[in-house]
């Protein structure tokens, strides 16, 4: 292996640590804690929102990262294309790029349509409303995460497959 192959495996690791780890931290930390913080919904909707924009902006970095990471290791994991549908470590690779643009689609997608509107709704005083939707982004959340640790699984057991 050579350094420059290593150096971008780093990134990639490193940026794959704060993406996974911080989405699981707004969730198994942040969320409940704004419960603790005030039990109004409309503040705690506006806390969650304005730490949303900050980690939307940290994510939307970490996924340029990753992608562009990802192809080049990719590229250099394979010798061929054709290696992809060949080799096992080449499905396992391809598994784990569909399940990422199927992760990214449902975060961006849910992110993108969800967050502005609860946001409005809470602003408007809507909280019935804001409940609903929380229940539908909480499935969509869930499901994120656990694409995210599926990832992460396929990604550890890569380098057994080396082709």
Do not use: C, Q
């Not at 990753?66 to 010798?79: M, S």
């Not at 992809?84 to 992760?103: A, P, Q, S």
């Not at 975060?107 to 349509?113: C, G, I, S, V």
């Amino acid at each position: 292996m050579n350094i420059t192959f290593l150096i971008i495996l780093w990134i990639h690791a490193f940026t794959a640590l704060f993406f996974i780890g911080g989405s699981f931290f707004i969730w198994i930390v942040v969320w409940p804690a704004t419960f603790r913080i005030t039990s109004d919904e409309k503040e705690r909707t506006k806390i969650l929102g304005n730490i949303g924009r900050i980690f939307g902006t940290a994510t939307d970095i970490s996924v340029a990262i990753l992608i562009t990471t990802g192809l080049y290791l990719g590229y250099e994991y394979l010798p061929t294309l054709s290696d992809l549908t060949t080799t096992t470590g080449g499905k396992i690779l391809l598994v784990k790029g569909i399940v990422v643009v199927i992760m990214l689609v449902l975060m961006y997608a849910n992110n993108l349509y969800h967050g502005k509107k609860i946001v409005r709704l809470s602003r408007e005083g809507k909280l019935d409303e804001v409940r609903k939707i929380r229940r539908i982004t909480h499935v969509a959340s869930f499901i994120t995460l656990a694409l995210m640790a599926l990832i992460a699984v396929l990604a550890f057991t890569l380098p057994f497959y080396h082709p």
